[in-house]
């Protein structure tokens, strides 16, 4: 008989609850003229300005790592970004922490684990990609190779678009979305973005009838259906809610989390049309005593529409089979009844490769701060639902979020 262990989560307000104090971001986009370590540079200064610290209190460094470029990665491993920010010689450690689109969340409960224990005071995280100006050919090679099995799948051709448009199929087979249905998907997520000076399609609209007549890419996934590589950075600060609550007025905690990791090879899932969020949403709301009936927004990882389609009904968000139909009714939209993505999302705020799901956590912070601006800040949000998901939709990682106050 498998015992049953209750996770000993922090007592809210405790010298080991960790709080989110600070966010920085920079646009995301495609910037040739931008460097990849000032990228770095300027998200972390705008996140340790946020959190009213000086660079010298942070005492952590917690990587997101980048996948345009092994140089660049490998300045992260050997602890440039230390030397770059003045504090070589000051922290502690600086690590990469690496699970593909799910990264943001299990380097936040590594940066948490850390607070908790008394092992540091001020953890920086910090993501910078150049997604959007590295040379396309070699990204194109990158994304049909890595998390592909050599040996049973990659012979077929298999590749990220491809996983994107046999997750599409299942979704619509067992949903019965229709074509405009799924591209509402889009149109939502462009009409946030359209709310975000950060997003690279800030200034762009899109319309169904736009989607559906551009070109075929991966059936049924058109090209306006597909992620837009991007350049970005983005960073956030935690520490402990006793030390946040010397500084601020309000904070964000974790009030709960939960995963599964259901596969690696998308030949050996059990259900494209399921992933692994019905697992982890069950473990995430036991834990947090709460669930999406008591969530003011969500933030939920969008690389492709049915990637977020499966992931809003696992999540118990929508009822089963509904979300497209939903979004198509503007549930999600801005204006609707449960925002959903306010950043714009993957698809329309640009995909920022491993940064993107760690876009998305930094905007429920910044929401759940009240700090999203007039435009598009969720009213009175108290509590955000998070979704991570890495590889080919390996795992699925849920953070609940939730406002604090002194």
């Known amino acids: 008989m498998t015992e049953v262990w209750t996770p000993p989560y922090p007592e809210p307000g405790?010298?080991?609850?960790?709080?989110?104090?600070?966010?920085?971001?920079?646009?995301?986009?495609?910037?040739?003229?931008?460097?990849?370590?000032?990228?770095?540079?300027?998200?972390?200064?705008?996140?340790?300005?946020?959190a009213q610290l000086a660079h010298t209190d942070i005492d952590q460094i917690v990587l997101i790592p980048c996948l345009h470029g092994i140089a660049d990665q490998a300045d992260l491993i050997f602890s440039r970004v230390a030397e770059e920010l003045g504090l070589h010689g000051r922290v502690k450690s600086s690590v990469m922490v690496h699970s593909g689109g799910s990264t943001s969340d299990n380097a936040t409960?590594?940066?948490?684990?850390?607070?908790?224990?008394?092992?540091?005071?001020?953890?920086?995280?910090?993501?910078?990609?150049?997604?959007?100006?590295?040379?396309?050919?070699?990204?194109?090679?990158?994304?049909?190779?890595?998390?592909?099995?050599?040996?049973?799948?990659?012979?077929?051709?298999l590749q990220f678009n491809a996983i994107g448009g046999l997750i599409t199929q299942r979704y619509m087979h067992q949903s019965g979305s229709s074509a405009e249905e799924m591209a509402a998907i889009c149109v939502a997520l462009r009409a946030w973005a359209n709310l975000n000076p950060n997003a690279m399609y800030y200034e762009k609209a899109?319309?169904?009838?736009?989607?559906?007549?551009?070109?075929?890419?991966?059936?049924?996934?058109?090209?306006?259906?597909?992620?837009?590589?991007?350049?970005?950075?983005?960073?956030?600060?935690?520490?402990?809610?006793?030390?946040a609550a010397?500084?601020?007025?309000?904070?964000?905690?974790?009030?709960?989390?939960?995963?599964?990791?259901?596969?690696?090879?998308?030949?050996?899932?059990?259900?494209?049309?399921?992933?692994?969020?019905?697992?982890?949403?069950?473990?995430?709301?036991?834990?947090?005593?709460?669930?999406?009936?008591?969530?003011?927004?969500?933030?939920?990882?969008?690389?492709?529409?049915?990637?977020?389609?499966?992931?809003?009904?696992?999540?118990?968000?929508?009822?089963?089979?509904e979300a497209a139909r939903e979004f198509y009714k503007g549930r999600f939209s801005p204006g609707g009844q449960f925002p959903l993505n306010t950043n714009g999302g993957l698809l329309s705020a640009g995909h920022t490769g491993v940064g993107g799901g760690t876009a998305l956590l930094i905007e429920g912070i910044r929401q759940l701060l009240h700090r999203a601006g007039p435009e598009r800040q969720v009213p009175n949000a108290q509590r955000c639902i998070v979704g991570g998901s890495g590889g080919s939709y390996m795992d699925a990682q849920i953070m609940m979020l939730e406002r604090a106050t002194r």
């Open 206 to 243: 899109l319309t169904a009838e736009k989607i559906l007549a551009s070109k075929l890419i991966s059936d049924p996934i058109h090209a306006y259906e597909c992620p837009f590589l991007a350049d970005g950075a983005g960073a956030f600060v935690m520490t402990s809610a006793t030390e």
């Open 14 to 50: 405790s010298a080991n609850d960790a709080a989110f104090i600070g966010i920085g971001e920079i646009p995301s986009g495609v910037y040739r003229e931008r460097g990849f370590m000032a990228q770095i540079v300027e998200a972390s200064a705008r996140a340790i300005s946020d």
């Open 246 to 321: 010397k500084r601020h007025d309000a904070w964000v905690r974790i009030g709960g989390s939960g995963g599964c990791v259901s596969h690696y090879s998308a030949g050996q899932d059990a259900d494209l049309g399921v992933l692994g969020w019905v697992e982890a949403a069950k473990e995430a709301y036991e834990a947090a005593s709460w669930g999406p009936e008591d969530a003011d927004l969500g933030e939920v990882y969008d690389s492709y529409a049915a990637v977020l389609a499966i992931a809003v009904e696992g999540l118990r968000i929508s009822p089963k089979g």
């Open 109 to 157: 409960r590594m940066a948490a684990g850390l607070v908790a224990s008394g092992q540091a005071r001020n953890v920086l995280v910090v993501y910078s990609e150049r997604w959007g100006s590295a040379d396309l050919q070699a990204m194109i090679d990158m994304l049909s190779v890595n998390g592909i099995p050599k040996e049973w799948e990659a012979p077929t051709g």
